[in-house]
Every structure is written in C-alpha cells, then in structure tokens.
C-alpha cells in the first residue's frame, strides 16, 4: 500500500503570522465590521435584497457554493475509506479539514442571513417535511457534527499523552487525557459509521439544495428549472469534489512550500473525467430534451452565463481527458480551478442569475458590503485552515527542504 | 469500484425520475393537492373598482399599519405600479388596456392587489417551520413566534406578495394580508371588503362564490370574460377576480393550473418515505465497504492504520 511510502501527517511547524496571514487578518476585520452594521441597522443597512429579491450574494456563494465546495470532504472519504484506495489518504485529512471549515462558515454565513438569526435553531423545534429547506437544513445541521466527529481522531493524535496545561488548569490535565482515550477508543470502532453517515448526509443536502428553487417554476429561468436540478446538484457537487481538492492542496503545497504531491492529485482526477462527464452529459442531455437550446443565443444575459457555465465544465473535462496535461502541475491546477469556479457560476445562476421574479422593477446586483462579507467568510476559511494545519497532523507532503537535504 | 459507483448512480438516478414520472402522471401518482374543504374567500370585481383606494385606508387601519403615505385624493400615485409592501398589505394599481370611451379617452382599469391566500400555497410548504399555514377559513397565516427569516417564502410566491422588514435589525417579520384573521374567524368581512363604497369585493364561501360568480358572468357576457383567475391557478386561490378586460393586460401572470409545491414534495416525499433512499444507501455503502475495505470497520482510517501491520 502506497499510503505506507507517504509520509505521515504532521503539524507544519511554521511562522504563523506572515505578511499575507496579516492581509487576510485585515480583510476579515473589515467583514467584521460589516456584520456588526447589519445587526445595528438591518440587513437593509449591508445588503441590496429586497422583496423581489430575498436571496443575494450570501446564498448563491457562501451557502450554495460553499457547501458544493465542500463536497471534497464526502468525496474523498469515499473513495479512499469506502472503496479502500488508499493511496488516496494524503488527501482525506486536508479535504476534512476544508469541509470541515466550509460547513462552519456556510452556518455563520446562514446565521448573518437570516433575520433572526437567535431563531436559527428553531427548526429543531419545528418540523416542516414538506419544506426542501427543512430537509437541507437538517441534513447539514448533521453533517457538520458529523464531519467534527471525524476530525476527532486527529486532535487525539496531536494532544494523547501530551495534555500539559499550565498553571490551574494542571488539574483537569488527567481527565482529559482520559477523555481523549476515551474517545479515541470509541471512535476507532465506530469511525466507519460516521464515514458513510457523511456521504449520505452529503448526498441527500447536495442534492436538496437542487430541490429548493423548483418551487418557483415560474420564477427560475428554463434553462436551469428541471425536475433532474436536484440529481444535476448532487451530480455537479460529486464532480467538483477532487478539482476541489487539488485547488486547495496546490495552492497549500505551494504556499507552504511543500512537494506537491502530484502522485496523488494526477490519478485523482482521472476519477473527475469521469463523474464530469456523467454531469456534462446529464446537463446537455437535459437541455435538448427540454429544448432550452432556444434561450442559449437568444441575447440575454441568463443564455450567455449558462454557456460560460458550461464552457468552465467542458474545457477542463477535455483537459482532465488528456494523461499530459493532468500529469503536469501548472495545466492540472488551471483546469480543476476553472471547474471550482464553473461550479460556483452554476450555483450563482440558479440561485441569482436565473432568479427573475415577474413583478421586478430593477435587478439585483451584490453591494461592496455583501461582497466584504463574503470576502471576510472566505479568509476566515483560509485563515482557521492555516492555523489547523500549523498545529495540527493535517498535511502530510514532505517540505520542499527536506527532501533537498535528502539528495 | 465503477460498478458500485455506477449503483450508486443507479439508485439517485431511480430515485429522481421516479419522482419525475411521478410529476408527469400529475393526479395518479405522487402529492395530492391539498386544501382546505370550505375555505373563505372574496373575488373582485375590477368592472367595480373605481380605484378611490378606500380599502387600502381601511386595510392599514385594521392592521395597525401608519395611514397610506400619499393622500387618498392624490392621483399620481396611480401613474407608476406598486407591490404591497412592510406597510401596506394591499395596493391599487392603474391599467390600461387600450379600450377607449365614447370621448375617445383610455378606459383606466384598477386593480387591487394582496396575498391571493393559495388553496395549496407555495410559501406555507417552503417554509422551514411552519411559521406559514394555511387555515381552515382559508387564511395563509403567518406565525412570527415560528419564524426564522430565511425568506424562502418569498422565494417561493408566484404571486410576489410577501415583503419582509429588511430595516429591523433583530426581530424582522414577514408581511403581507392577514385575511383579516380575527375578523373572518367571526364571520365577518375583511376590512377591505368591509369599506369599498363600490361593493367590487364579495365575500363567503369560495364554492359559494365561484358557484355565484359563473351565474353573474353567464347573466353579463358583455360586461365579463367567461374566466374567474384564481379559480384554477397554482391551485386555486381565495381571493379571485373578474374582468371586462383580458388578464394579462391587467399586470396578472399566466400560471400554471397545478399547486406550486407539487413537484418538490413529490420528490421530498418520494425519497423520505420512510427514509428508504438514505437507508438503503447507507447499506449499499456499508456493503462496499465490508467488501473491499473490511478493517476500516475495526480501526479508523489514518494513524493506526498505518501502524497495523497488514
């Protein structure tokens, strides 16, 4: 097993404050300055919904992208712990993490949306079955515990024997290291049900998602509104979860200066040319079945953005097709983010672009105030994802140093 | 490992187009409609209103809601069109529909507009608590204590009526037409029915109504189009209208005749029974798993993995 050769996971052992850390500190101080305006002043203060337009930015990326985005964490897991490819296990733990991150934000994310949003809980009080909203909400409410009960395992392996708090709090050093055992021990026989739970929460919220704007048939622009937009959810979401991966892991590996494991992220997305294509092939299928073609060069800005989504799908499949250029690092990240971002322009148009209401004066367009919102949630992502990978066992590519000592 | 993830396909794929044949089938298979047995409702007669906005007054007195902002007397505010909104529940809006009068003048057609309080309303099954229901008299209700702001309501609305208080920091409300809840709970007539000096708002029971409403059209064929809107839409509604002039004229949309939560509860409901689609996922992946990964069922992935000898 390949996994053997790997190294193990270790925490990085960086510098944690750098130039850029302190960029993506300021940006999330501006957001944050934003948040406390929209609860003095309302979300009328911050944002440009209104009652045309109840959904904005915040929905189409923070929630809907977020959580398509995150589907390397389900994927992952999947592939490497469900059907035992273990060679893929470098990846299982920083793709964890991210979705790990990304369910966090996408709930504060949610929480700044809503209205009340001391009332977020409230759905567990309330069951709605017959709301797709209901359903998600559950279903990520779930899934998010799920996915910190998986990180479980690596804050064990960082702190078991190693508990040493200072001062008063000595103490409770003994219980917890009793706790960690404890839960080590728990978790090390029932992991594999949190696993599959995980993937099949992931599927039933991914695909829900879909669900949600089919109660507005004569809201959603054809070309988007199909009984399948739930399976081309789930689909899409499943597809975009390596490209995710390697987004994420290369822009890490470079960052942090460590080998770039090509050897996992090349085989990894020869799965992709396929679960893209199965999407590809759905989503054309679709639209010559309806015959939506019509809209496509009919002028409008939905038909352009919808061909624009597409092209962002077709091009890297055709890239992803070609053993080359997956094989090389420059080509591989180039064609896995045009896909992270077709994704993100997808969930864009169902929720925003494709969203006309019939009685609407004027369109929607994000204020600077929602877009540093959503700027501050995307570098508080990255900004915790570096702070777990300086001090937990996360990644596991060697640093570019050592392996030069090494030759 | 392409067969299983091709079952697995199999599976969400059966999943989905079951539910969409579902859809085709419409009355055979899947959500019945729902509503409830004999609602209240009104239907407006636009050949009737005279558009002196006396009901949007009366509205916004019996909802506690600040007086209209533009004086009853002021015309102008017919000249662009309004959507109800946080502080007014119903609006008159001015069309013309190109007919002329003797003069050769535009005949102005007005009409007032508020929650249509669907049959089978599409907010009351998006909302994600309940907070919207509708009532047996007929009301879409709407229940703040429940709420959570998602405004998937608003979303969901073919009508685009609700509106939501966007200024409120902590404690926004959907608003929209109550119905006049308390009012109709004692059989009387909402406010704004209750105040148009033109008598163009009936109010009684909707197969009552509908039932008086056809003789009425049947008796003037001239005065009206043989179509009661809101009789079949989304549905069905509780409050309707009749009109000289074509609806689509008058600012009204062309919807579909079937309830708007059709084919997301019909999905819902088909993967949900019983939680059959996640259970049976759940154990095609635990099969998978036991068969091509069994010691990942002893010992998590990651650390001791590694260090088992295998």
Redesign the interface.
Known sequence: ?S??DHP??APLEIKFWTPGVLVLFAVMLIGFCFIIA????????V?N????H??GLWIGIDVATGVALAAGGFTTA?????????QY?AV??PALLTATLGYTFVAIGLAI????????P??L???????????V?MCVVVYTHVLYIEFV??VV?RFRGRVNLPGPFSLVNDRIERLLTLADGI???T??VF???G???S??HQ?GLG?????????LHPLWYT??L??LF??SAIAAGYPMVVFETTVATASFKRADEMEVLAPLTGVTK?LLG?YITLKIGDMIFRETYVYLFDGSIEGRSFIVEMLAMIIPWFMLMSKRLRAKRHTLFVACTTIVLGIALNRCNVFLIG?N???A?NSYFPSISEMAITACLLCSITFFYRLAVTYL?VLSAPSLASLEKES | MNISRRRFFGVAGAMISSAAVGNAKNACAGRQPKAPPNPYGCVVDLTACVGCRTCEQACNRVNHLPPPEERLDDRTVLDHKRRPSTSAFTVINRYYSGRLDAQNQLVPTYVKVQCMHCQDPACASACITGALHKKENGAVNYDKSRCVGCRYCLVACPFQIPAYEYFDPLTPRVRKCTFCYDRIRQDEKPGCAAACPMEAITFGHRQTLLEVTHRKIAANPVRYLNKVYGEFEVGGTSWMYISREPFEKLGFLTLPHYPMPHLTETIQHGIFAYMWAPITLFAILAGVMWKINPQQMNHAPGFQAQEDPI
């Open positions: 097993m996994s053997h193990k996971p929209r609860y003095l002043g309302g979300l009328a203060v944002t919904l209104d009652n045309q109840p959904w999947a592939i490497a712990h469900v059907f035992g490819r273990h296990e299982t733990r949306d809503v209205g009340r949003s001391w009332a977020l409230k759905p009080l309330f069951w709605q079955g017959n709301s797709v909203l209901f359903e909400a395992p690596i392996e978790l090390d026989k992991m594999w696993i599959i739970a993937v099949v929460l599927c039933m695909s669900s949600l704007m089919l109660i507005a048939p004569t809201k009984p399948i739930p399976l789930l689909t396929y199965i969203f209401p019939p009685y004066v066992p």
